[in-house]
């Protein structure tokens, strides 16, 4: 193992020296929380599969494998189709609109006065993301290092939150893209054609398993209903998504280079669930699918491949985890500190300065948090019911319908959140009503109190189609740093 060790030690070290290289490149707000809008295809691309394909994506993804056959692949396929059409249909007016947060778009759209309630619901989505990536830390370093679930969690998170709070996105971007690159090598090309070999291939695990684990809609259609509702929807109005779009070069860049990025999630998806059925195969009677990822890792690969596979796992979760966090920070920062502080005070402050504040603040609640709670899936389902209960109408409703209003939007994320904690509540957190019935009273609620109330301004609506078309933006790039591609 010592070899693995070094690979691992190698690959964290790493992370942190990118946070320090970040935080020299970071001097304004734009460069801290949006790498300045200047990503090139080739980053863009990369770096957006790195925060959507996670530790639930792989780890999870190849239990689903374990347990559902190759039809195990639709939660990560889900998301997946969710990038392909932000990519298509939305990506390139988000970009245009040159704003930082989810919120601010909303207060664009119907004449403020949405932010900090919308900036509460979406600030606790990003935070329950972060706490479920940090939570993963514990399976990948008890496999690594043998530590308590307390440490590993110390450990992980605090590695994030530095290089996070150091370089701000581009440290993110920067540690993103080479986290791609390993999970690519790692999963894709080592650990997927080395477990179809040692189950015998495709022929014997046909052999050896029921019918049922090659059946495409195996998992059944109401799983693969609610996983539309939750992932698909969810990745076009998510604060850690948008966020990454904001950092595109230019529109074609944020369409083309998401496409390319979702069609990425395809195939990571099949290939979770190849690598879950092969290990059903070669560990029949694992206690958990969850297992089964570290399991094969340990048992079925040699030295030094077994550390890039593990790297490559703890990549997925760093990615997804940091993306969050500064997510979370910018939320709470510039949609909720800063509105209630503008009322109470007033003055120039040091933008970069405050953000890193917050990330550091926001990462330290987040792994407290994940030492306090223990179910990674339920923690999941609360932030992403929360997202699509809570937003999903108000925002693709300002994007596609000009008769929406500032009220019938503040309705829509009221009535829709505090149906989904009620009905968890009711429910159970992992019952699929939450989401459904929630989203129904969103979308009702949003649409009755929008017609019953005055029309948005036309003045609002004239300056929010400016934006939309790319002009009016108050924040340009103005330092001549060349463009990363």
């Known amino acids: ?146 530590v308590n679930r307390t440490v590993a969690i110390v450990l992980g998170g605090s590695i994030v939150v530095a290089y996070s709070t150091l370089g701000g996105m581009w440290s993110i971007t920067l540690t993103d893209m080479v986290q791609f690159v390993v999970k690519t090598i790692g999963v894709l090309l080592l650990l997927l054609p080395i477990a179809v070999v040692k189950a015998g291939g495709f022929s014997e695990m046909r052999a050896e398993l029921p019918t049922g684990y090659f059946d495409p809609l195996g998992i059944g259609g109401e799983t693969i209903f609610t996983y539309v509702l939750i992932y698909t929807f969810g990745m076009l109005i998510g604060q850690d998504i948008w966020q990454r779009v904001f950092t595109a ?45 570290a399991t094969i890792v340990k048992d079925e690969l040699p030295v030094g491949v077994r550390g890039l596979v593990l790297a490559a796992a703890l990549a997925a979760v760093m990615s997804t985890s940091s993306g969050a966090l500064i997510a979370c920070a910018t939320v709470a920062n510039n949609d909720i500190w800063s509105r209630l502080r503008g009322k109470v005070a007033s003055g120039e402050r040091d933008e970069v300065r405050g953000n890193r504040a917050f990330i550091l603040i926001m990462g330290l609640a987040v792994i407290g948090t994940a030492i306090a709670i223990d179910n990674v899936v339920e923690a999941l389902t609360v932030a992403y019911n929360l997202l699509v209960g809570g937003l999903l109408v108000p925002i ?77 933006a108050p924040e340009l790039v103005s330092e001549p740093v060349p463009a990363p591609q």
């Open 1 to 146: 193992m010592a070899v693995d060790y070094t690979v691992i030690v190698i690959y964290l070290a790493g992370m942190l020296a990118m946070g320090w290289w970040g935080m020299r490149r970071a001097k304004s707000k734009s460069e801290f929380l949006v790498a300045g809008r200047r990503l090139g295809p080739a980053m863009y691309s990369g770096t957006m599969a790195a925060i959507v394909l996670g530790g639930a994506s792989t780890i999870g993804g190849v239990g689903l494998g374990y347990q559902y056959g190759l039809s195990g692949a639709w939660m990560v396929f889900t998301i997946g189709l969710g990038l392909l059409a932000l990519s298509v249909f939305f990506s390139a007016r988000i970009a245009r609109l040159k704003v930082y947060t989810v919120s601010e778009m909303l207060d664009l759209r119907y004449g403020g006065r949405a932010g900090v309630i919308s900036g509460v619901v979406m600030w606790a989505y990003t935070l329950m993301l972060a706490v479920t990536s940090t939570i993963a830390y514990a399976t990948i370093f008890d496999v690594l290092f043998d």
């Open 249 to 293: 070069r230019s529109d074609r860049t944020a369409k083309w280079g998401g496409t390319v990025a979702g069609t990425y999630c395809l195939v990571y998806a099949l290939a979770g669930a190849v690598i879950g059925t092969a290990a059903k195969v070669l560990y029949p009677n694992l206690a958990s699918a969850d297992d089964a990822f």
């Open 396 to 472: 693709l409703g300002g994007l596609l319908w000009k008769r929406g209003t500032v009220y019938g939007a503040l309705a829509s994320v009221v009535v829709g959140g505090l149906a989904v904690i009620g009905l968890m509540a009711g429910y159970g957190i992992l019952a699929n009503e939450p989401v459904y019935y929630g989203l129904l009273l969103s979308l009702a609620a949003y649409v009755v109190v929008s017609l019953a109330t005055p029309a948005t301004d036309a003045a609002v609506l004239e300056a929010w189609r400016e934006r939309l078309a790319g002009r009016g």
